[in-house]
C-alpha cells in the first residue's frame, strides 16, 4: 500500500494565506483530491486533479503538485475555512482511491 | 438532487456481524464505482473498500480483509457492506462516497480521480 503525509495543524490569520501539503510516492503518479471535513459532517471535496474546483466551491481554493508533493492552498482565508483538510491519491498500483493522508487541521485566527 | 444515504449502523458486540446500506439517488449508479470510508471518533479518514461499476473489480483495506465484504445493487440503486468478525477497532462513522473520474487532461497527460459525493454516514459501535 501507500502512505499520505500531512502536518497535523497549520494556523493562518483572518484573510492571509495558508498551504497545507501532502507528501507521498503515489502522487509521482497520480494527482492528489483534497477533501475539507467541518465537525460533525461529511467531507467535502474542494480540489481534485491538477487544479480543478468543483461546482460551489471558492476561488480562494487552489491546488498544485510537483514531484512527490501536493499542495493545497487557502489564499484569503475566512473563518468558515477552520476545519481539517485531507488529501487523497490512489495508491501505487493504480487500483483504488485508498490512500488518505492524516488530515490537517486548519485554524483561521 | 446528487444523493448518498448511509443506513444500517448501530451498536454490536465485538465478533457480531452487520450489514450497512447506502441508497443512491439523482445518478447514474450504475456507471459510477463506489467506495466505503470510515472514521474512527477523533482519527482521520480510512479507505475500507472499493467496488467498480459492474463488480468486477473489489479492493479491501488490509486492515478489513477477510472480514467484510462490498458488494452492489446496481438494479436497486444501493451499494453494501456486509461486516463480519466486528472488532473495537472497527468503530466508526462509515460512509459511502461516489469516485469519478475525469475526461483525460492533454495537457497533463492524466485523468483524475476523486470522491465526489459523500453520504453523511452512519455510526457502527463495535462494544461488549
Known amino acids: 500500500s501507500s502512505e499520505l503525509t500531512q502536518d497535523p495543524a497549520v494556523s493562518v490569520a483572518l484573510g492571509q494565506t495558508v498551504r497545507i501539503t501532502c507528501q507521498g510516492d503515489?502522487?509521482?503518479?497520480?494527482?492528489a483530491s483534497w477533501y475539507q471535513q467541518k465537525p460533525g459532517q461529511a467531507p467535502v471535496l474542494v480540489i481534485y486533479g491538477k487544479n480543478n474546483r468543483p461546482s460551489g466551491i471558492p476561488d480562494r481554493f487552489s491546488g498544485s503538485s510537483s514531484g512527490n508533493t501536493a499542495s493545497l492552498t487557502i489564499t484569503g482565508a475566512q473563518a468558515e475555512d477552520e476545519a481539517d483538510y485531507y488529501c487523497?491519491?490512489?495508491?501505487?498500483?493504480?487500483?483504488?482511491?485508498?490512500?488518505f493522508g492524516g488530515g490537517t487541521k486548519v485554524t483561521v485566527l | 438532487e446528487v444523493q448518498l444515504v448511509e443506513s444500517g449502523g448501530g451498536l454490536v458486540k465485538p465478533g457480531g456481524s452487520l450489514r450497512l446500506s447506502c441508497a443512491a439517488s439523482?445518478?447514474?449508479?450504475?456507471?459510477?464505482?463506489m467506495n466505503w470510508v470510515r472514521q474512527a471518533p477523533g482519527k482521520g479518514l480510512e479507505w475500507v473498500s472499493s467496488?467498480?461499476?459492474?463488480?468486477?473489480?473489489?479492493h479491501y483495506a488490509d486492515s478489513v480483509k477477510g472480514r467484510f465484504t462490498i458488494s452492489r445493487d446496481n438494479a436497486k440503486n444501493s451499494l453494501y457492506l456486509q461486516m463480519n468478525s466486528l472488532r473495537a477497532e472497527d468503530t466508526a462513522v462509515y460512509y459511502c462516497a461516489r469516485e469519478s473520474t475525469s475526461p483525460y487532461d492533454i495537457l497533463t497527460g492524466s485523468y483524475y480521480y476523486y470522491m465526489d459525493v459523500w453520504g453523511k454516514g452512519t455510526t457502527v459501535t463495535v462494544s461488549s
Open positions: 503515489s502522487l509521482r503518479s497520480y494527482y
Open positions: 439523482g445518478f447514474t449508479f450504475s456507471s459510477y464505482s
Open positions: 487523497n491519491s490512489r495508491d501505487s498500483s493504480g487500483n483504488h482511491l485508498g490512500v
Open positions: 467496488i467498480s461499476s459492474s463488480s468486477s473489480y473489489i
